[in-house]
């Protein structure tokens, strides 16, 4: 069996409880408590209490939240992070950012509003995209 390489350290190290297969399509909110991989597309929300991995085939139209969350695909909808946020050279959001932390590798695409929160005190910080 021939795998995609998607070069992020914590996605090969990451129990993946829910996968969506490339070439599937789901449309509807989708919520789980446990980490959930997308290879295929989402024309919904997703919520999730652990991680959420958007392989490069994947695609979310929709907002995400998420402790974490690692996108090498594309994302058009807003995304709240409450732990980290990794962009890897693939990945591409159209939409708003409010995380926790955030990693964009060279290559990768965003265009949107990103607020860095704080989780030791109740500041924010907003940075434009240009």
Known sequence: MLRKNTSSAADARTKVNTLIGEGTVFDGNMTSS???????????????????????????????????????????????????LEFLP???????ITANALVIDEGAYFDGKCTMTDSSSSHSYSQESE
Not at 36 to 45: L, M
Not at 90 to 96: D, K, Q, S, V
């Open 34 to 84: 446990d980490t959930i991989r997308i290879d295929g597309t989402i024309n919904g929300n997703c919520v999730c209490e652990e991680t959420l991995i958007v392989g490069t085939e994947g695609q979310i139209i929709g907002n995400i939240t998420a402790q974490n969350i690692i996108i090498s695909g594309r994302v058009q909808g807003d995304i709240i992070a409450n732990g980290k």
């Open 90 to 96: 693939t990945g591409r959001l159209t939409g708003n």
